[in-house]
Structures are given as C-alpha cells and as structure tokens.
C-alpha cells in the first residue's frame, strides 16, 4: 500500500475543502437559527438533567447524551489539543473554540434530525442517525448516500476511532506509566468491553451514564489544580492564545513558530476530530432519546461540543500552555504529560494515564453503538450479533497492530463519513428551522398557561 498516496488523499481530505465545508454548514445553520448556541444555551445546560421522558424511544436523554460523550470525549481530548498547539503554537486553541462554537449549531441540527427521522428495528429497538434523516427526510433517491455513510461509519468503529487508536493508547500509557504488560493489559480491556458491548445500548448507557460525568468532574479537578498551581501565568496564556491566533507564534525553545494558517487549520481539524460536531457520529445516539420534540433532544445533544471543547480541550490547552510545556519538543501525549508532571512532579503521570485510560475505554464503547447502527443499516438486525463478536475480536487484537497504514486509512475514512452528514443538513436545513420554531412556539404556549391568574380574576373567581 503506497503510504505517500495514501498521506496525500489524507492531508487533502482533511486540508481546506472539508474544514470549509464542515465550518460553512456550522455558520449557514448558527445564522439560520438566529444565533441559537448563545441565547438557548442556558436552557440546553437545564434540559441535560430535566429533560422530560415524554416520547417513544430507548434510553433517557441524560443517558442518550453521555453514550455520545463517551465516544466524543477521548484521546483527542488530552493527544489532539496537544498536537495541534505542538504544530500550530497557541493560537490553534481559539481556532478550536470557533470550529466548536459554530459546530454546536451543527450538533444541535444532528440531534434535532436524528430525533425527527428515526425508525424502529424488527428486535423493536430506535434506529436513527444520519443514514435515516438522508432516506426518511431527503428522500428514497438518496439513499445510497445513506449507505455509504453507514459503509464509512463500520470501518471507522472496525479499524479507526472505535478500536485501534484507543486500544493503543491504553497499552501504551499503562505499559510506560504503571509498567503494565500489553498482554495484561489487551486481556482485561477485552474482557471489559465484551462485558458492556454484548449487553447493547442498555448496557453501554448505563455504563456510560456512570463514567462519563465521573471522568469529566476528575479531569476538570486534575486540570484546574494545575492551572491554580500556575495561577499567575493564566492571563497571559489566555492572551497569548487570542494574539498568536491572528499574529502567528514567535519561535520559543524548541519550538520552531507557526503562521496563522498552521494555527487556524490545525485548531479546525483537531476540534473537529474531538467534538465531532459534523462528522454524523452523534446523532446515532440522539436518536434513542426518549423524547417526543426532536429540537429538545437538538439542544442537548449540543451541550455535548460545548462540555468537550469549550471546557475539556480549553482545560488540556491551557495547562500545556501555562506549563510552558509547549516550547520544548515533546508532542502528543508525551507533551500534555510534561504539562501535567511540572505541577505534580511525583503523581502528574499517573493522573494522565487514568484519564487517558477512562476516556479511551468510554470512546470504544460509544464507537461500538455506532458501528453496530450503521451495519443494522446495512444488513439488518441478524448482522448485529456477529458484528459484536468482530468489534471484540478486533479489540483483542488492536494492541499488537501498529500498521502505519491502518491510522491513514481510519482518518480517511473518518473524514469521508462527514460528507454525506453535511449535504444532509444543509438540504434538510429548513426542517430544522421550522421544528426549532415548532418546539419555542409549545415551549411559550406552555408558560402563558402556568402563569398564575391576575389578583382580581382570582378574587372573583373567573
């Protein structure tokens, strides 16, 4: 397999046409839903715990939005962040936030969609996601498009996000951290994800309901304590960050400097790749929720880009850059460990390693859901079972692959899932509209009916 080919179609993929295309639907849908990610934000936050149970579907809206952040919130967290100021300097951190600012109008639009245009399976189970909003909402012609993006989505969970890249980080970071065997550790991380998968999304949402928020509130704690440590270096980073956004970096030790081009287009990619806002991951999740307004579930499924960019990627951007860290060699996670080590010297490692196993894991299991929705899609439900057994298969194994092609391929692959997403919601855009208008209009109607009656009305009884 010719690896320059390959690294070509990837760097194109992931070059200028799908970050303009993946930003452009985000800003065609933040205008059209006049600015909804900053004046509904507060009421999404509120819907996360207080979303009512109101509508046919599998798993509550709660569990529905922690199954996607366990495929969201991963490696891209801690690695991604780090290798995008490593090769864009500080500035990269506020093209990440821009690409999750107009990504949660993007999100929100997924949500909404997949809610809209779900089906149920013959095992009586919600079916939803991209695959179905292209057929049921754009129409039978299109659905081929549907197929190809279930197509990508099965390879990705086989052979990209889903199995290899987090398989790997598990092993690695354990093996270097805790001197853990690889053996050990592909043995019990098997055992584990079989445990969950085999139970399907019941399963992998109670598991997830339990973790993620556990993982999160641990790494908002851990990241925190480092930025206290460097308290008086914060207002500088964050300055430091909105300059070099538009100005470039000035070469620092080790680092050779980078232009706004490098900051922009690595901030946009490696934002995108952690939230996925756009990709069309999410929704296949969403689409469980039981709710009857497919735009409540669209505000709640948005939280999801705010909590893993806005909060999760700023942290892990900011100890790096306040530690200085970034201006000496290290990349990837090596870099956010030296971050994590220069304010706690003897456990900084360790406390990596944990998040980095937690978000790692969590990511399989989300990843396994998806894969096993795009293959139902594909050949439905007899195929969900033996589907289970290769995603195990490939877990056990993932530890001992390293094949630089494999990592090519899943990017590819990766990518190619957000094309048939996006041509979907901007075709499907004026849905999302009106459903939004549809659901504040009920949400209004609701509120003038619990207002209490006026003194006088009330005194005479009317």
């Not at 599998?58 to 780090?82: M, R």
């Not at 220069?342 to 978000?359: C, E």
């Amino acid at each position: 397999m010719d690896m320059e080919l390959l690294s070509a179609v990837d760097s194109f993929l992931w070059g200028p046409p799908l970050l303009i295309l993946l930003v452009g639907t985000g800003i065609l849908l933040t205008v059209r839903l006049g600015f909804l990610q900053v004046f509904r934000l507060k009421k999404a936050l509120g819907l996360i715990f207080s979303a009512k149970e109101s509508g046919e579907g599998d798993i509550n809206s709660f569990k529905a939005l922690c199954t996607a952040l366990a495929a969201t919130i991963g490696t891209g967290n801690i690695v991604g962040v780090a290798t995008a100021i490593h090769a864009g300097g500080p500035g990269a951190l506020f093209w990440m936030w821009l690409a999750a600012f107009f990504g949660m109008a993007t999100k929100y639009a997924e949500g909404l969609l997949a809610v809209k245009y779900r089906e149920t399976d013959a095992h009586g189970h919600i079916a939803g996601g991209p695959m179905y909003y292209i057929k049921n909402g754009l129409g039978e012609k299109w659905k081929p498009l549907g197929s190809l993006f279930a197509l990508f989505g099965v390879l990705v969970a086989f052979f990209g996000i889903g199995t290899f890249a987090q398989v790997n980080s598990i092993v690695e970071i354990t093996k270097i951290t805790a001197g853990i065997p690889v053996e050990a550790t592909a043995a019990v991380l098997t055992v584990l994800v079989a445990a969950v998968t085999l139970g399907g999304l019941q399963s992998i949402s109670r598991v997830a309901e339990k973790i993620v928020p556990a993982m999160a509130v641990i790494y908002f704690l851990i990241t925190v304590g480092i930025l206290a440590f460097f308290w008086e270096a914060v207002p500088e980073a964050v300055s430091l960050v909105i300059t070099s956004a538009f100005s470039g970096t000035a070469a620092a030790g080790g680092f050779l400097g980078a232009t706004v081009m490098m900051a922009m287009q690595n901030g946009i990619a490696r934002g995108v790749f952690s939230n996925e806002s756009g990709l069309g991951s999410a929704p296949i999740a969403a689409a469980a929720a039981k709710t009857k307004w497919p735009a409540e579930q669209g505000l709640v499924s948005m939280t999801g880009t705010f909590i893993d960019t806005i909060i999760i990627c700023t942290l892990t951007g900011l100890t790096i850059i306040v530690s200085g860290a970034w201006t000496g060699e290290a990349n990837g996670a090596a870099l956010t460990n030296a971050a994590f080590t220069a304010a706690f010297p003897a456990f900084g490692s360790a406390l990596l390693m944990v998040s980095l196993v937690l978000f790692a894991f969590t990511t399989i299991l989300g990843w396994n859901y998806y894969g096993e929705r795009c293959a139902e899609y594909l050949c439905g439900v007899k195929v969900i079972l033996p589907y289970r057994i290769v995603f195990i298969a490939l877990v056990a194994c993932g530890a001992f692959l390293k094949l630089e092609a494999i990592w090519v391929l899943a990017d590819i692959v990766n990518g190619l899932m957000a094309i048939p997403n996006l041509i979907a919601l901007v075709g499907l855009s004026g849905v999302v509209v009106a459903e939004t208008k549809r659901y504040f209009a009920h949400l209004a109607e609701e509120e003038e009916e619990t207002k209490p009656l006026p003194e006088a009305a009330a005194d005479t009884g009317k």
